[in-house]
């Protein structure tokens, strides 16, 4: 098997995905990346006074917290966060439907930054890099929201929202950043991270 200099640099070690997120799984499997999943529940709550990058930092970093006794020698653990900033605010998962079709009723028509930070443990280190993309939605009309809502759910993603599915199909018009990022990993900061990690 023809193997990346990636793959070549991390033969005998171990990489951990620390998240459940389907769209995170995908990502490091298209990267031609060997790994498993390992899951921990972490209450996402960050301290008050936090904003944007802070947020998705500091929780980036809190997931890998409960791995921390259980990390071995050759073992590199991948955690990340997605947080949407709009307005001075984080939009985070939302509650319920009524949620949901808030956050993107907010959305509609503006610009909004996507921050995602990827955090990456090993027993001897920690590196952290982060990214943000601009993303602007053209005016939504009220039954686009509730259609996208109810057909999708999207109540597991930032923002009430997933540039991949239907409604960033149909309502995205300007994107300046990795599209990677807004799906909820920055690819290019792990693959550039673990180069310098391992050299």
């Known amino acids: 098997m023809i193997e990346s200099p990636l793959q070549q640099r991390l033969r005998g070690h171990n990489l951990i995905l620390g998240s459940a997120s389907p769209r995170r799984k995908s990502f ?14 972490v209450e996402e709550v960050y301290p008050d006074g936090l904003e944007g ?3 998705s930092e500091y929780l980036a970093k809190l997931k890998a917290v409960p791995f921390f006794g259980e990390l071995g020698d050759r073992d590199i653990l991948i955690t990340s966060d997605t947080v949407v900033w709009h307005r001075g605010l984080s939009l985070a998962k939302a ?11 907010t959305l509609s028509g503006e610009l909004h930054q996507v921050i995602s930070s990827v955090c990456i443990t090993t027993r001897r280190e920690q590196k952290i890099e982060s990214a943000t993309t601009w993303v602007r939605f053209r ?3 009220q039954a686009e929201i509730e259609y996208y809502v109810d057909r999708y759910r999207p109540y597991d993603k930032a923002g009430a929202y997933g540039i ?3 409604i960033g199909l149909v309502g995205i018009v300007e994107i300046q950043g990795s599209h990677p990022n807004v799906v ?8 550039q991270c673990l180069l310098d990690m391992f050299p």
């Open 139 to 141: 005016e939504l009309a």
């Open 164 to 166: 991949q599915e239907w």
């Open 53 to 55: 990058l802070e947020i």
């Open 184 to 191: 909820g990993l920055p690819t290019h900061l792990v693959y």
């Open 28 to 41: 490091l499997e298209q990267m031609g990346l060997d790994f498993e999943v390992r899951t921990k529940m």
């Open 95 to 105: 509650a319920d439907r009524e949620d949901a079709i808030r956050m993107l009723r």
